[in-house]
């Protein structure tokens, strides 16, 4: 992995990334489960419902991975269409597979696409969500300029990310159990790339700063919601 970050926001390449995601894509799901204490269920639950998806809305899921905030999507409102882009070819596969198995092909479609570059026409998208992808785009403030370019006006965009806890007695908790991600990672099979992810959350900025981030982007209404503790922040915006 790359330790010199040149004037990207990653700690890594997008290309190292990607490659790193169709290792682990196998047992992403399950290292997901174990890691998080089955949290994740819970935080794409809060994430959808702030995102408020609509009957007849079209949705864009960026970094959707393995599909399942796209699938939560689904499950909280009828009739909607969503695209759910992701660089990892692996893990679009298994999004695909999971898509035919729930028979939601029809609704759902996922294709390779890059966050800083979105092929879609401008004000396409009555919504925007991304889970646990914004901490490992390279140029976060421009991908923000190309999620507002594709919303409608009036749209909604909701990323769910780890973060730091903020509060002293919580992070002491946090700084003992970040040790053991690493471990179970690779006992799942993801051998270095959890290291990577307890590295990556400690680099992502402060949810404050993500907020402006938002705000400087050009988004209005712009909050953020701590869960389990500060561990995670929804954030969102409104074009």
Do not use: H
């Amino acid at each position: 992995m790359s330790e010199q970050k040149s004037d990207r926001d990653t700690l890594i390449s997008a290309d190292e990334n990607r490659a790193m995601f169709d290792r682990i894509a196998k047992n992403y799901d399950a290292a997901n489960r174990a890691i998080s204490m089955g949290m994740d269920r819970l935080w794409r639950r809060e994430t959808i419902a702030l995102l408020r998806p609509f009957r007849g809305g079209r949705y864009l899921d960026i970094g959707t991975g393995t599909g399942d905030l796209a699938f939560e999507i689904l499950d909280q409102s009828a009739n909607v269409l969503i695209d759910g882009i992701d660089p990892s070819g692996q893990m679009l596969e298994i999004a695909r597979g999971k898509a035919a198995g729930r028979g939601v092909g029809d609704a759902v479609s996922f294709f390779p696409a890059d966050a800083l570059d979105l092929p879609m026409e401008s004000e396409t998208y009555d919504g925007i969500v991304s889970g646990f992808c914004f901490r490992n785009i390279e140029c976060r403030q421009k991908a923000l300029g190309e999620m507002l370019r594709v919303l409608k006006p009036g749209g909604m965009l909701v990323i769910l990310e780890a973060t730091r806890p903020e509060n002293p007695l919580v992070r002491l908790g946090y700084n003992l159990y970040t040790p053991l991600v690493p471990i179970i990672g690779r006992i799942l099979g993801g051998g270095s790339a959890y290291k990577y992810l307890v590295d990556s959350i400690g680099d992502f900025p402060q949810p404050g700063t993500v907020t402006d981030m938002f705000s400087a982007a050009g988004f209005s209404s712009v909050q953020f919601k701590p869960l389990t503790f500060g561990t995670v922040c929804i954030f969102s915006g409104k074009k």
